[in-house]
């Protein structure tokens, strides 16, 4: 399996990143030889281009390579963030196991932030938008005594979530999504961040009888990553953050007017090597989905990188559809709407302190 999702996302990458003088190679096969990690975090660089308005429901956030060609986050990023096979450059450290890798984060929602931003499944190249409903921007409420997310929350890039395979445990179906994962770390990302992680363990949730993982991860980059290599090290080291996950998610869509969420396996989380099975049945079903295996059920599968998908774009076609969107302006006003959401639920948490 390992194998099968390098060949899904590094070797078209290589066309990306590969094209080195002779120079080059030998800058970086030296730098390789001091840190492969170091290597691998100056080439695997993103950015991101605004276009639209904030607070507004034309803004979109699109994604883009280092020498600034478009990408879609859900396609082109590959899943494995640790590629000791790209470019050729050899790993000194032995081949590290499944359950060891490091994993590319897309990051929706920074940490402590209340609006509903997610990548766009159904939009071509997958920007970065902020949800709706009805009409309507949405905010998660602040869940007592928490200030919108408790950490930063994404997706894991090509991973779906498959809404006609039935999971064997939960007997649920998948929600048609990229897989979630919460990034425990203490640095509040922003938006649109590609950021490597340690899974650390996961989480049945269940929304509304579809299948929703949640998987719980940590930056690589944070202090406290190297002490945390399991959900009982975050347990132990973090004493309460698993009880209020599992809160935060039950009860989230409550102000809304929703049920809680439900939970397979007594809402207790599984250990690493669980979610790294998870993980590797979500990139299969995303590999069926962008080679057209499966029906897309509305998701667009546009990408510039994927070598053997027929949904494959030109880089011309792909700033097409970036150019076609609004300019970037100056930011909208938050709603009325939203504003009054914001002032109701601070009352809720005051009547609940109390």
């Known amino acids: 399996m390992r194998a099968l999702m390098l060949r899904s996302s590094a ?11 002779a120079s080059s190679r030998k800058v970086i096969a030296q730098a390789a030889a001091v840190s492969h990690r170091y290597y691998f975090r100056k ?24 020498d600034g060609k478009y990408i879609s986050p859900f396609h082109d990023i590959p899943l494995i963030a640790e590629t000791e096979q790209a470019n050729d450059v050899p790993a000194k450290k032995s081949k590290k196991s499944e359950s060891e890798v490091l994993y590319n984060m897309v990051v929706e929602v920074p940490r402590w932030s209340n609006a509903k931003m997610e990548i766009a499944i159904k939009e ?23 200030k919108g997310y408790i950490w930063n929350y994404g997706a894991l890039p ?49 929304d509304e009888g579809e299948m929703d993982w949640k998987v719980i991860a940590i930056n690589a ?20 953050h698993l009880e209020a996950t599992v809160e935060w998610f039950r009860k989230y869509k409550v102000p809304d007017g929703k049920p809680e969420n439900k939970f397979g396996f007594n809402g207790e989380f599984k250990d690493k090597d669980f979610a790294v099975e ?9 590999r069926a989905l962008v080679q057209k295996q499966k029906n897309t059920g509305g998701i667009d599968c546009k990408n510039t990188l994927c070598c053997d998908s027929p949904f494959r774009c030109t880089t011309d076609e792909a700033r097409e559809v970036v150019q076609s969107a609004p300019a970037f302006g100056s930011a909208h006003p938050v709603s009325p709407e939203g504003k009054f959401k914001k002032k109701l639920l601070g009352f809720i948490n005051i009547f609940l302190a109390t």
């Open 11 to 21: 070797l078209c990458l290589v066309t990306v990143f590969g094209t080195f003088s």
């Open 278 to 286: 998870i993980i590797k049945s979500t990139h299969e079903h995303w």
């Open 158 to 206: 090509q991973t779906w979530e498959d809404p006609g395979q039935k999971d064997k445990e939960t007997n649920c179906c998948g929600d048609n999504d990229p897989i979630d994962v919460c990034d425990i770390g203490t640095q509040v990302c922003s938006t649109g961040q590609v950021i490597q992680v340690k899974v650390l363990g996961i989480l049945a949730m269940i």
């Open 124 to 146: 071509p190249l997958n920007p970065i938008k902020q949800d709706e409903k009805k009409g309507k921007l949405r905010y998660v409420a602040n869940i007592f005594p928490h």
């Open 43 to 66: 080439t695997m660089h993103y950015q991101t281009e605004q276009r639209g308005h904030q607070n507004s429901p034309d803004y979109r956030l699109y994604f883009k390579t280092s």
């Open 221 to 240: 980059e944070d202090p406290d990553a190297k002490n945390l290599n399991s959900i009982e090290d975050v347990r132990k080291n973090r004493p309460g």
